[in-house]
């Protein structure tokens, strides 16, 4: 958890640091929602792959950071296989990812309908 600093009485909340990841574009207007109306809320690091992709992947690392340092992952991936590897990753981290629209169980992803 945060700690939350105070300044003449006024709350300040360090800003949470949001990895988003998107595929050919599939995050776009999430992301310059969260941009415009998220403000200084948010420190969003956008994590592009702009290739053609097979349709199975049994090696997904030349894709995903080896690594991942946030306080959220949104996920905007098509990919299934790249998805699921990044709920993996996220886990292993003990970082919170939302997969909107995909079936992962993972008690770190949480999968709202679209």
Same mark, same amino acid.
């Given at each position: 958890?945060?700690?939350?600093?105070?300044?003449?009485?006024?709350?300040?909340?360090?800003?949470?640091?949001?990895?988003?990841?998107?595929?050919?574009?599939?995050?776009?207007?999430?992301?310059?929602?969260?941009?415009?109306?998220?403000?200084?809320?948010?420190?969003?690091?956008?994590?592009?792959?702009?290739?053609?992709?097979?349709?199975?992947?049994?090696?997904?690392?030349?894709?995903?950071?080896? =690594? !991942? %340092?946030? +306080? #959220? @992952?949104?996920?905007?991936?098509?990919?299934? =296989? !790249? %998805?699921? +590897? #990044? @709920?993996?990753?996220?886990?292993?981290?003990?970082?919170?990812?939302?997969?909107?629209?995909?079936?992962?169980?993972?008690?770190?992803?949480?999968?709202?309908?679209?």
């Amino acid at each position: 958890m945060k700690n939350i600093m105070f300044k003449d009485e006024e709350q300040i909340v360090p800003s949470q640091r949001v990895l988003i990841f998107q595929q050919n574009g599939s995050g776009e207007q999430k992301i310059a929602g969260l941009r415009k109306y998220g403000g200084d809320q948010f420190e969003v690091e956008v994590f592009s792959i702009d290739e053609v992709l097979p349709p199975v992947l049994d090696d997904t690392s030349e894709y995903l950071p080896s =690594d !991942i %340092s946030c +306080d #959220l @992952v949104l996920d905007f991936l098509k990919h299934q =296989d !790249i %998805s699921q +590897d #990044l @709920v993996s990753l996220c886990a292993e981290k003990k970082v919170p990812i939302i997969s909107s629209g995909k079936k992962i169980i993972s008690k770190w992803v949480r999968t709202p309908p679209t």
